[in-house]
C-alpha cells in the first residue's frame, strides 16, 4: 500500500504503437495469482481508508454536544470513548493489512521476476525470450520495472478506498450544506483534469530516465568485465569520461521525472489547503445565521482533509499507469513473443513454505555425437554474416575452426548453440534434423565454454556441479582432465575454496580451466569450446589437450589459432570471410599452403 510506495514485436491485442501495454488486463491477472488474499487485503485497506467517516460525524457530535447546538442522545464521555474505539480499531486494522499486504507484495514480485527469469533461462521454444542486451537493462527491468506495475496494482485499493469513504462523505455533506459541498469538489476535479491532461508527457519522462539508468548501469557492467582490456589500452580516462556523460544525462531525465512528480503531488496537496480556507471563509455567514453549527464546521474541516486523498490518488493512479505502460513494454521486449502477459502467468512459486530441491539426478553417459551442417550460414541486419557451411562433425572427433580475426569463428559457434541470428540451412543430429537449435543444444546433449567464461561467486565445487549430483571421485576425474590439480592442491580449502569479489581471485588461465572442467561435468554429447586455451602457456595447454582427449571423450568442437590443438585435429576448418576455405588436417592444408 501506500507504506510501501517508492520512486523508482508488439503484444497481440496491443493497440497503441508506442510499446504501451493493457496494464489494467495485467494488473488484474497478478490480483488473481493470490486472489483471496487480494480480496482480504483490499476490504482491511478500504476499511482504514472509510473509518473516518465514521469519525467524522462522531466530531461532529462531540462538538454539537459541547456547544449545545444540538441536542445530543449521548454525552461527550460516551462519544470519545466511541471515536477513539474508532480509531483504534482503524489503527489494529492498519497493521493486519500491512502484513497481509506485505506477503502479497513479495509474491507478486517473485512472480514476475521468475516469469521473466524463466523467459531469459529458457533456451528456445516457445517460452524462450528474446536475449537480453546487457545486465545492466535487465536489472533495471527486474528491479524498477516490477515494482513499478505493482504500485499500479497497488494505488487500485488506495483509490477504492478513497472513492467509498467520498461516497459517504458527500452523501452527509451535501445533507448538511449542498452549496458547501460542491465547493469542496470542485478543487478536487482541477487536481483530476491537470493530470490527466500531463499523462503522456508523464510517460516519456518516464521513459527517458529508465532508458539512461539502464545505459549506465549497463556499461559499468561492461567496465567491470573489461577491467584488463581497458587497461591494456590506456583507456581508463576515456571510460570515466564516458561514465560522466551517461551519468550527467541520466541526471537530467532522472530530474526532470522527479519534478514532474513532485509537482503534481504538490499541486494535489495544496487542494486541502485551498478547500479549507474557501469552506471557512463561505461557512462565517452561515454559521452567524445559526444555519451551519461548530460541529458542521468540524465535518467538514474533516471529510475535507481525507476527501483530498481522492483527486491524489485518483492522480497517482493515472501517473503510476503511464509509468506501468512503460514498465510493462520493457518487460515484454525480454519476454515470449514480446508479449507482456507472460509476465503475470501463474506458476507455483513454493516461497511460503520449506522447499528442499533435490538435486538433479546425472543421466548415463551419452554416446558421442555426430553432427552434420549443410548449407548453414547466418544472417545479421539483413545481410549474410555467415554462408554456405558444409561441415561434418564424426562421433568423438576433435575439430579445430581457425581463421583471421573477423572470419566468423565465434559466430559458427554460437549460431550452431542457437545464439545467434536466423540460420539458413540444416543441422542434424546423429542423422535427425534439429528444428530449433536454441532448445536443442543445451546440457546434457551439449555444453559451451565461450571466450570469456563466466563463474559464480561461490565455492568451485558448486561451479563446477550447478547443481547436479556428482559423486566425490567423478569431481576428480573432471579435475584432472581440466589439469586443475596442481592449482587446487595450492588451495587451502580444495573444492570448497570460494572465488569470486569474497574469495580467491582466479588468473585468466585458472578461469578457462574451471569452465572447462564445468562443462565437462555435465557429460555432454558435443562439446564447443571458443579459444579456451588463450590464457595458457604452452606446457599447460599441452597438458589440458592431452587429459580432455584422452580415452573416450565427447564430439569437440573448438576454436584456436595454437599449435597444440591443431597438431591434435582430427580436421581442421579454415574460415574466411564468413565461408569455409578449406577443410582437412594439418599435414593435408600444409601441404596445400593453408597451414
Given at each position: 500500500?501506500?507504506t510501501?510506495?517508492?520512486?523508482?514485436?508488439v503484444?497481440?491485442?496491443?493497440?497503441r504503437e508506442?510499446g504501451?501495454?493493457?496494464?489494467?488486463?495485467?494488473?488484474?491477472?497478478?490480483?488473481?495469482?493470490q486472489g483471496?488474499?487480494?480480496?482480504?487485503g483490499a476490504l482491511?485497506?478500504?476499511g482504514?481508508?472509510?473509518?473516518?467517516?465514521?469519525?467524522g460525524?462522531?466530531l461532529q457530535?462531540?462538538f454539537?454536544a459541547?456547544?449545545?447546538d444540538?441536542?445530543a442522545?449521548?454525552?461527550?464521555p460516551?462519544?470519545?470513548?466511541?471515536?477513539?474505539t474508532?480509531?483504534?480499531t482503524?489503527l489494529?486494522?492498519f497493521s493486519g493489512?500491512?502484513?497481509?499486504?506485505s506477503?502479497?507484495?513479495?509474491?507478486?514480485?517473485?512472480?514476475l521476476?521468475t516469469?521473466?527469469?524463466r523467459?531469459q533461462?529458457t533456451?528456445g521454444g516457445?517460452g524462450a525470450?528474446?536475449?537480453?542486451?546487457?545486465a545492466g537493462?535487465?536489472?533495471?527491468v527486474?528491479?524498477?520495472?516490477v515494482?513499478?506495475?505493482l504500485?499500479?496494482?497497488?494505488?487500485?485499493?488506495?483509490?477504492?478506498?478513497?472513492?467509498?469513504?467520498a461516497?459517504?462523505?458527500?452523501?452527509?455533506?451535501v445533507?448538511v450544506?449542498a452549496?458547501?459541498?460542491?465547493?469542496?469538489?470542485?478543487?478536487?476535479?482541477?487536481?483530476?483534469?491537470v493530470t490527466?491532461s500531463?499523462?503522456?508527457?508523464?510517460r516519456?519522462?518516464?521513459?527517458?530516465d529508465r532508458e539512461?539508468t539502464a545505459?549506465?548501469?549497463?556499461f559499468l557492467?561492461?567496465?567491470f568485465?573489461?577491467v584488463?582490456?581497458?587497461?591494456?589500452?590506456?583507456?581508463e580516462?576515456?571510460?570515466v569520461?564516458?561514465l560522466?556523460r551517461?551519468?550527467?544525462t541520466?541526471?537530467?531525465?532522472?530530474?526532470?521525472d522527479?519534478v514532474?512528480t513532485e509537482?503534481?503531488e504538490?499541486?494535489?496537496?495544496?487542494?486541502?489547503?485551498?478547500t479549507?480556507g474557501l469552506?471557512?471563509?463561505?461557512?462565517a455567514g452561515a454559521m452567524?445565521?445559526g444555519?451551519?453549527?461548530?460541529?458542521?464546521?468540524?465535518?467538514?474541516?474533516?471529510y475535507v482533509?481525507?476527501?483530498?486523498?481522492?483527486p491524489r490518488?485518483?492522480?497517482l493512479?493515472?501517473?503510476r499507469h503511464?509509468?506501468a505502460?512503460v514498465?510493462?513494454g520493457r518487460?515484454?521486449?525480454?519476454l515470449?513473443?514480446e508479449?507482456?502477459?507472460?509476465?503475470?502467468?501463474h506458476?507455483d512459486?513454493?516461497?511460503?513454505?520449506?522447499?528442499?530441491a533435490?538435486p538433479?539426478?546425472r543421466?548415463?553417459?551419452?554416446a558421442?555425437?555426430?553432427v552434420r551442417l549443410?548449407g548453414f550460414?547466418?544472417r545479421?541486419?539483413?545481410r549474410?554474416?555467415?554462408?554456405?557451411?558444409?561441415l561434418?562433425?564424426s562421433a568423438g572427433?576433435f575439430t579445430?575452426?581457425?581463421?583471421?580475426?573477423g572470419?566468423?569463428?565465434?559466430?559458427?559457434?554460437r549460431?550452431?548453440?542457437?545464439?545467434?541470428?536466423?540460420?539458413?540451412?540444416?543441422?542434424?543430429?546423429?542423422?535427425?534434423?534439429?528444428?530449433?537449435?536454441a532448445a536443442?543444444?543445451?546440457?546434457?546433449?551439449?555444453?559451451?565454454v565461450?571466450?570469456?567464461?563466466?563463474?559464480?561467486?561461490?565455492s568451485?565445487r558448486?561451479?563446477?556441479t550447478m547443481?547436479r549430483?556428482?559423486?566425490g571421485?567423478?569431481?576428480?576425474?573432471?579435475?584432472?582432465?581440466?589439469?586443475?590439480q596442481?592449482?587446487?592442491?595450492?588451495?587451502?580449502?580444495g573444492?570448497d575454496t570460494?572465488?569470486?569479489?569474497?574469495g580467491?581471485?582466479l588468473s585468466g588461465?585458472?578461469?578457462q580451466?574451471v569452465?572447462a572442467a564445468r562443462?565437462?561435468?555435465?557429460?555432454p554429447a558435443l562439446?564447443?569450446?571458443?579459444d579456451?586455451s588463450?590464457?595458457?602457456?604452452?606446457?599447460?595447454?599441452?597438458e589440458l589437450?592431452?587429459?580432455l582427449?584422452?580415452?573416450?571423450h565427447p564430439?569437440?568442437?573448438?576454436?584456436?589459432?595454437?599449435?597444440?590443438?591443431?597438431?591434435?585435429?582430427?580436421?581442421?576448418?579454415v574460415?574466411?570471410?564468413?565461408h569455409?576455405e578449406a577443410?582437412?588436417?594439418?599435414?593435408?592444408?600444409?601441404r596445400?599452403?593453408?597451414s
Amino acid at each position: 500500500m501506500s507504506t510501501q510506495v517508492t520512486e523508482g514485436g508488439v503484444a497481440a491485442g496491443v493497440a497503441r504503437e508506442d510499446g504501451t501495454r493493457p496494464v489494467a488486463r495485467l494488473g488484474l491477472r497478478l490480483a488473481g495469482f493470490q486472489g483471496v488474499r487480494f480480496v482480504v487485503g483490499a476490504l482491511l485497506w478500504i476499511g482504514w481508508w472509510s473509518a473516518p467517516a465514521l469519525a467524522g460525524l462522531l466530531l461532529q457530535a462531540i462538538f454539537d454536544a459541547i456547544s449545545a447546538d444540538a441536542s445530543a442522545a449521548w454525552n461527550v464521555p460516551t462519544l470519545a470513548v466511541l471515536l477513539l474505539t474508532v480509531e483504534g480499531t482503524r489503527l489494529l486494522i492498519f497493521s493486519g493489512a500491512v502484513v497481509l499486504w506485505s506477503r502479497w507484495w513479495v509474491s507478486m514480485e517473485t512472480l514476475l521476476r521468475t516469469n521473466l527469469l524463466r523467459s531469459q533461462m529458457t533456451s528456445g521454444g516457445r517460452g524462450a525470450g528474446k536475449p537480453v542486451r546487457g545486465a545492466g537493462s535487465a536489472i533495471a527491468v527486474f528491479r524498477d520495472d516490477v515494482n513499478d506495475l505493482l504500485i499500479f496494482v497497488d494505488s487500485w485499493l488506495d483509490l477504492a478506498g478513497t472513492i467509498v469513504f467520498a461516497t459517504v462523505a458527500l452523501a452527509v455533506m451535501v445533507r448538511v450544506d449542498a452549496t458547501l459541498t460542491l465547493v469542496v469538489v470542485l478543487p478536487l476535479l482541477a487536481v483530476f483534469v491537470v493530470t490527466r491532461s500531463l499523462g503522456d508527457r508523464i510517460r516519456r519522462t518516464r521513459r527517458a530516465d529508465r532508458e539512461a539508468t539502464a545505459r549506465v548501469t549497463g556499461f559499468l557492467g561492461e567496465v567491470f568485465s573489461s577491467v584488463l582490456a581497458i587497461k591494456v589500452a590506456g583507456a581508463e580516462a576515456a571510460s570515466v569520461a564516458r561514465l560522466k556523460r551517461l551519468n550527467q544525462t541520466r541526471r537530467h531525465t532522472a530530474l526532470r521525472d522527479r519534478v514532474l512528480t513532485e509537482t503534481l503531488e504538490a499541486f494535489n496537496g495544496s487542494t486541502v489547503d485551498i478547500t479549507i480556507g474557501l469552506v471557512l471563509l463561505l461557512s462565517a455567514g452561515a454559521m452567524r445565521s445559526g444555519d451551519f453549527s461548530v460541529g458542521d464546521l468540524a465535518l467538514f474541516a474533516s471529510y475535507v482533509t481525507s476527501l483530498a486523498g481522492l483527486p491524489r490518488w485518483a492522480g497517482l493512479v493515472l501517473t503510476r499507469h503511464r509509468h506501468a505502460q512503460v514498465a510493462a513494454g520493457r518487460m515484454a521486449k525480454l519476454l515470449p513473443g514480446e508479449n507482456a502477459d507472460e509476465a503475470v502467468v501463474h506458476r507455483d512459486l513454493g516461497i511460503e513454505r520449506l522447499v528442499h530441491a533435490e538435486p538433479r539426478a546425472r543421466h548415463d553417459t551419452p554416446a558421442p555425437a555426430d553432427v552434420r551442417l549443410e548449407g548453414f550460414g547466418v544472417r545479421h541486419g539483413g545481410r549474410g554474416v555467415l554462408a554456405g557451411v558444409e561441415l561434418h562433425l564424426s562421433a568423438g572427433s576433435f575439430t579445430v575452426v581457425c581463421g583471421p580475426v573477423g572470419s566468423g569463428k565465434t559466430t559458427l559457434l554460437r549460431a550452431l548453440l542457437g545464439l545467434a541470428g536466423p540460420t539458413t540451412g540444416t543441422v542434424r543430429w546423429d542423422g535427425e534434423v534439429v528444428d530449433d537449435l536454441a532448445a536443442h543444444m543445451v546440457p546434457p546433449r551439449c555444453a559451451y565454454v565461450p571466450q570469456v567464461p563466466r563463474l559464480l561467486s561461490a565455492s568451485l565445487r558448486d561451479n563446477l556441479t550447478m547443481g547436479r549430483a556428482t559423486p566425490g571421485w567423478l569431481l576428480d576425474d573432471i579435475v584432472g582432465r581440466a589439469a586443475l590439480q596442481r592449482d587446487l592442491q595450492a588451495m587451502a580449502d580444495g573444492l570448497d575454496t570460494v572465488i569470486g569479489p569474497r574469495g580467491v581471485r582466479l588468473s585468466g588461465g585458472q578461469l578457462q580451466r574451471v569452465a572447462a572442467a564445468r562443462a565437462l561435468a555435465a557429460d555432454p554429447a558435443l562439446l564447443v569450446l571458443d579459444d579456451l586455451s588463450s590464457a595458457l602457456d604452452a606446457a599447460t595447454e599441452r597438458e589440458l589437450w592431452s587429459r580432455l582427449l584422452r580415452d573416450q571423450h565427447p564430439t569437440v568442437l573448438v576454436v584456436s589459432q595454437r599449435a597444440a590443438a591443431l597438431e591434435r585435429a582430427d580436421q581442421i576448418v579454415v574460415l574466411d570471410a564468413g565461408h569455409v576455405e578449406a577443410v582437412g588436417t594439418l599435414e593435408e592444408l600444409g601441404r596445400r599452403g593453408l597451414s
